[in-house]
């Protein structure tokens, strides 16, 4: 009787492993530089942010200021690296509070169904009715411009889209035999929908949601570049794009060097929001 070789501890773990993913690695490393350099920012930063020196205005990158200065002599270099901390706060409450409502929305929809699903579902083409852009800017011209009425705007508008999704992983999951074991033993509704529904439907929302974080990044430095945003003098990509965008010309570097971050920061997402979305794949 032959014996079956038992795999070498490399074999194990390419089996116990989704197998290398580069944008996974990569999205981290991105979002996880971003991160330190906003949360090191004090430290970091050569200069502070909002100081202003006339004697230097417009200096090109240099030694002593490598990403240059802007027209009010503040070092680039510092308000980028400040500038991450709105940006990346943008980019996850812009997204954390959507999550949340359209997960409470879409479970209670699934699962209840009838005339409470009718009702969401309806509520949800009315706010599909009109332009993602323009809905947001009319809440945030309402309620004055700020992060706060951003972040009601997205919460207003973006929960739709998390609705739609866990309602239906919701309507299948509860058809499986868990559930209706578990309706069977008697178990309130609540627990039925929080305990054991939901916990199986969030994987495609959240996989969803690191890709939706490009988007609330974007929107949110548009934001600040059409002044509804982040107000100055706090430093925010999208208001710096916005302030040397009358300096391209002759101080390119002032809305460069930001506009590059906002494009790097929302490639990391992306890719990350890529990797999660193979690895879930593969273990379906």
Avoid at 7 to 31: A, C, M, Q
Avoid at 235 to 247: K, L, R
Wanted: no cysteine.
């Amino acid at each position: 009787m032959t014996d079956i070789p038992s795999p070498e501890p490399r074999s194990i773990l390419r089996l116990r492993l989704p197998g290398k993913n580069t944008g996974l690695v990569i999205g981290f490393g991105i979002i996880g530089t971003f991160l330190l350099l906003a949360i090191l920012a004090p430290f970091v930063a050569p200069f502070d942010p909002v100081h202003q020196n006339p004697d230097l205005r417009l200096t090109p990158p240099s030694w002593a200021h490598p990403f240059g200065t802007d027209n009010f002599g503040r070092d680039v270099l510092s308000r980028v690296i400040w500038g991450a901390r709105i940006d990346l706060q943008i980019a996850l409450l812009g997204v954390l509070f959507p999550f949340i409502i359209g997960t409470i929305v879409g479970t209670v929809a699934g699962f209840f169904g009838g005339i409470v699903d009718t009702i969401f579902m309806r509520i949800i083409d009315i706010v599909l009715a009109f332009p993602f852009l323009v809905l947001m800017l009319s809440i945030i011209a309402i309620l004055g411009p700020g992060l706060t009425s951003f972040y009601i705007a997205m919460a207003l508008v973006g929960w739709v889209s998390y609705a739609r999704l866990i309602r239906a992983q919701i309507l299948v999951l509860k058809t499986k035999d868990f559930a209706v074991a578990a309706q069977s033993l008697g178990f309130s509704r609540t627990r039925i929908m929080f305990r054991h529904l939901l916990p199986n439907a969030l994987a495609g929302s959240i996989v969803f949601a690191m890709s939706d974080v490009v988007l609330v990044l974007l929107n949110g430095a548009a934001i600040s570049y059409l002044g509804l945003g982040v107000q100055p003098p706090t430093a925010e990509w999208g208001i710096m794009v916005a302030e040397g965008q009358s300096f391209i010309s002759r101080a390119w570097w002032i809305p460069f060097f930001p506009g590059v971050s906002i494009v790097v920061l929302a490639f990391g997402f992306s890719l990350l929001g890529d990797a999660l979305s193979d690895i879930w794949g593969r273990l379906e």
